[in-house]
């Protein structure tokens, strides 16, 4: 993404040199018992409400010592209606999940049945990759850890947006996802190695990844709320998903509702190790505590062991570095890191372990601070990005008890800045298209079936006067071909949540005979890897 922070993104903000002008209202209030800090960060998030006035709704969760400081819902669950969100709404948390299913596998784990550096083709006999040697030495860590050498966001298209592929055929197609970077040589945030984990889980417990879950984690931890993805089948009680779908592109426009339920945008059964959990203020108040103690239950025995507590939480790659925090930017880190199924870094001094998540129409973030003793969540039924750095940055900064820095103007700031890229973007691509020269052969010719060996096939035939583009696995990737630049085409998918793509084919002998692919939009989510395929005509 350009200036705009991927939705899903598990960085942690940093400030910028606009923020410093005044002390905020909502840091004067002293946060050292529960009252006062449950009064601070409400106040803080009902003006970060009141700056994002077109947010629908958001659920927060504050822990601290053991104990539920906050649970709460701010706002509606659908724009234009009066059921407002509240500690029991549930919301897609997205990214979220991965760290469930990193203490799924501790349980094992503690069991016996799986080792964190054991190669995945123990458990997994036909478990293949692009590498051979990745292949055969690609452990569990390196599956939880973003660290196996895929690019960013690599096959995603297998699954995002909802495919029609099942979790068996994901993990065959894996075996021809690209590898761009060197086996544990740096970090790329991959969704796909965390499907990989789940099949782990399934092989050696003998349940689907959603059983297990259920049964092993969420019962044992009293999360009575909480749901896999798969098993949502009540709308009433969901945030339901909002986001900017144009004109003139994706995450540009007025904020509408995308949905009148959370899986119509996104069904992840094929991924729902990654990211498929449904939850609630409540619910996750719970998750936070049990993490901070270490796998600790409300009844005093153990869901995991405090080895495996330990051991989730130790850094396996770097994710970034810098010379650390200054007083235009005091979030900076020194390093940041990533663990398994978390990301650990600095933030003021202190200990911060977070990760992010992001759906179609929905954000969510979840921030530790060991340190302290104290946790908070917080989810979206839209996709404000800036909102959710002020929310977390500035939530932090309270339980810090850290004053002086505006997060809600810096971000706000950010967000100005970063639209005003993205218009003027949108205007050049339109201008460009205009201005473009003429295919140089006949639409017909451009007409077949085109195969990448990881994603399938993407068909192109005539529709009327023109082209009509079939990704054959993913039902809204269906639209029209519109020339664009010579040999350079660009989508018009009907279902303007979706984000379209250039498709630019070479010639060999007069003939079209590969094509390559790229996003649109200059803020397209990094899941629409079209970067990645690799078009032959069949």
Known sequence: MSVRLSRRSALFASGGAAALASRPAWAQTPANDDAGLAET???????CMAAWPEQPALGIAVVRDGRPVLARGYGVKRQGRADRADEHTLFAIASNTKNVTAAALAILVDEGKVKWDEPIKTYLPNF????PYITEHATVRDALSHRAGFGLGAGDLLFWPNSDRTRAEVIQQAAFVPIENGFRAEYDY??????VAGAVIEAVSGQTWEDLIQTRILDRVGMTETVPLARLAEPARSALPHGRVGPPLRYQGAMVPIADSIVEVWNWDQAAAAGGVCTTPTDWAKWMTLRLKEGVLPD????????????MLRPNIIVGSSPGPTAELPGR???STYAMGFQVQDYRGERLISHGGGSPGGISATVLLPGRNVGFSIFSNAEESLLLRALRSGIADICLGKTGFDWIADSKRLEAEGTQKSLAAAVEIDA???????PSLPLDRYVGTWRDPWYGDIVVSRRGRGLWLDFTHTPALKGQLEPYDGETFRTRFPDKREEDAFITFALRDGRPETATMKGVSPDIDFSYDYQDLRLTRV
């Not at 960060?41 to 003006?47: I, K, L, P, S």
């Not at 293949?128 to 590498?131: G, N, T, W």
């Not at 005093?300 to 051991?311: D, I, K, N, P, V």
């Open 128 to 131: 293949r990759l692009a590498d």
């Open 333 to 335: 880190a020194i390093a």
């Open 300 to 311: 005093g025995s153990r869901l995991f062991s405090e080895a495996a507590a330990r051991e």
């Open 190 to 195: 991959c969704n796909l190695m965390f499907v």
């Open 41 to 47: 960060v409400d106040a803080f998030v009902r003006q």
């Open 432 to 438: 460009k298209q205009k201005a473009g020269t003429r």
